[in-house]
């Protein structure tokens, strides 16, 4: 009867951990924006708060990186439009893609 005890309550405890544990890993991550990225980086402390905010960071490299591939693609059509006026949109196209790419590390 000890060892039914036993193994019923060894049982309940294993089931109430597995439980614990799927709530805690089906937590979602705080959600991180433009407007909140100040306090949530001030705040992060635990690891879900950290990869909230690296994938945050990711996708605004990414937005970034497309922004710096379709200025590249503005500055080459300036280019074979070969007008005299305004004639530095090329430069600042490609000033501003170069931009973008340095700030999400692709140069």
């Known amino acids: 009867m000890k060892a039914r005890k036993l ?5 309940a405890a294993l089931a109430l951990l597995i439980v614990t544990y799927q709530i805690r890993a089906n937590a979602q991550q ?20 950290h990869e909230a905010l690296a ?6 490299a990414a937005e ?8 590249q693609r503005w500055a080459d059509t ?6 005299s006026k305004p004639g530095y949109m090329a430069q600042m196209c490609d000033r501003y893609g ?8 692709r140069l």
């Open 7 to 11: 193994i019923l309550t060894s049982a």
């Open 55 to 60: 994938a945050f960071f990711r996708q605004d």
């Open 64 to 71: 970034d990186t497309k922004k710096a591939e379709l200025h």
């Open 30 to 49: 705080p959600i991180v924006t433009e407007s909140n990225a100040d306090q949530m980086i001030k705040n992060a402390r635990t690891p879900t708060d």
């Open 78 to 83: 300036y280019r074979k439009l070969n007008i």
């Open 98 to 105: 170069r931009i973008l790419q340095e700030g999400c590390g």
